[in-house]
């Protein structure tokens, strides 16, 4: 929930989650779970305090955050976009409409763009499948897509409203 959020606010959410845990390294996950639920994403200032409060190595939060996949190192867009890569869109042209969202935000799967605007996701099955190949940007679900439909999408409507 953090986009936009100054430092010194993400500071007061790291330091007020901080009070409530002990410092073990033992609560590293959880502690890295909490900041990214409260900010969006894991600041590089909130991993070093992390990492200060549980006597970890800083390269060491580094590698359990990018280890798992559930953390973000980079603030989420204001968009999320995500490509359905389930079997029933993958088989109805899901690689081609990725490849094609790819080029237009010229942003690779998990990345953001650089005015924060999107953010860019492959998830499996949304419950779409009858629409497939389908994506959704926030809570709208766009299908039936080809990789020149997808592109319409984005330039007519800016990607928010679905189709149904
Ligand atoms: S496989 Fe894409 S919506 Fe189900």
Redesign the pocket.
Known sequence: MAEGKDLTVMEDHVTKILSSYEGTRAELVPLLQQVQEECGYLPEEAMFRIAEFTGTPESEVYSVATFYAQFRLTPMGRKRVMV?R????HVRGAPQVQEAVERKLGIADGETTEDLEYTLDTVA?????GL???MMINKDVHGRLTSKSVLKVFETNGGEQGEG
């Open positions: 359905c389930g079997t029933a869109c099955c949304i419950g779409a499948c497939a190949p389908c």
